[in-house]
Nanobody
Framework: VQLQASGGGLVQAGGSLRLSCAAS????????MGWFRQAPGKEREFVTA????????YYGDSVKGRFTISRDNAKNTVYLQMNSLKPEDTSVYYC?????????????????WGQGTLVTVSS
């Protein structure tokens, strides 16, 4: 499955962005989906994940209450709604697809990765 992330850009602190991750070459409903991010000079970190049927979600501590993950399996797309953005949210955001099952917050779970989309939050 190929993943294409989009929706990144420049936004002021306190603003919002919605990222999309469109899948092709496979059926998204078969996969758990995650978003990760990597800031310059830092390791890639978990942001959020949603299981294949959308019935459960997971969030990193730094984004709880501000970010929301959702999916539309009919459109083969996963979304990341980001509100109350902070300068420390500045990163390249990656979507990823992995087999159903445990370990939603672990990068090793995810076999397929998109190319990333840059989010820059100005203060």
């Amino acid at each position: 499955v190929q993943l294409q992330a989009s929706g990144g850009g420049l936004v002021q602190a306190g603003g919002s962005l919605r990222l999309s991750c469109a899948a092709s070459g496979g059926t998204l409903s078969m996969y758990d989906m995650g978003w990760f991010r990597q800031a310059p000079g830092k390791e890639r970190e978990f942001v959020t994940a949603i299981i294949s049927n959308g019935g459960r979600t997971y969030y990193g501590d730094s984004v709880k209450g501000r970010f929301t993950i959702s999916r539309d399996n009919a459109k083969n797309t996963v979304y990341l709604q980001m509100n109350s953005l902070k300068p420390e949210d500045t990163s390249v955001y990656y979507c990823a697809a992995g087999a159903r099952g445990l370990g939603a917050m672990r990068q090793e779970k995810y076999a397929y990765w998109g190319q990333g989309t840059l989010v820059t939050v100005s203060s």
